[in-house]
């Protein structure tokens, strides 16, 4: 009896929770501005968050030049023509401000990154808040 009612417990969390995420999915997206910047978001997280773990590492890289600095998601090694023709190197995307779902792809070699700490989450954040919500140190 009680291994029944801690099933249908799950059940009723689970469905209640997603009723609850879809209406609040739905509220969001019909509010103008927030509504395309929340969709960018969520959509940039759920692709980082289902990589491979190892490539879900944000990074400093020097962009567009030396001295100026972006931040950047590390989404594997260089494979194929270009490890054969530059060597080991990483494949870094750089999302663009207020939009991350639009950016530059980038092969950076691996002593010319700095990885950081900061979750990708709070580095979107950083993004598309162009630079005012800062994540808090780790």
Known sequence: SNNKLSKLNVVFSTLFGRSILGYFDSAISRIPFAGNVYKAIK????????????????????YPRKGIYAIGFMTGETKGELKDRKGEMVNVFVPTTPNPTSGFLLFFEKEDIIELDMSVEDAIKLVVSAGMVVPPKK
């Open 43 to 62: 959509q940039i997280i759920e692709t980082f968050s289902s990589s491979d773990s190892a490539y879900q590492k944000v990074v400093l890289i020097e």
